[in-house]
């Protein structure tokens, strides 16, 4: 059941239904430069190659870019500012 509902989403967050949650990701002033290391729920994490206030198109290491909702793709956490693992 949850491997439909997460279908479901990767459908409308390519097909560019969801209008509601693109304006609230507009509204919150999300922004990807390009450059930004990002996380895509099925698709993991990839590059910003391009962006605009409604969609980021992303690149994957292991395929093809794919263009998403703003509001499906969110920012990796950069590991600069965490202290080094001990080892």
Not at 45 to 55: K, L, N
């Amino acid at each position: 059941a949850s491997s439909t509902s997460a279908s479901a989403a990767d459908a409308a967050a390519e097909s560019g239904d969801g209008a509601a949650a693109s304006k609230a990701a507009a509204a919150d002033g999300e922004r990807f430069p390009v450059g930004t290391r990002v996380r895509v729920p099925r698709y993991g994490a990839g590059t910003v190659e391009a962006s605009d206030a409604q969609t980021v198109t992303v690149a994957f290491s292991g395929g093809p870019s794919r263009c998403f909702l703003a509001s499906y793709v969110k920012r990796v956490k950069s590991r600069g500012s965490a202290p080094p693992a001990p080892g």
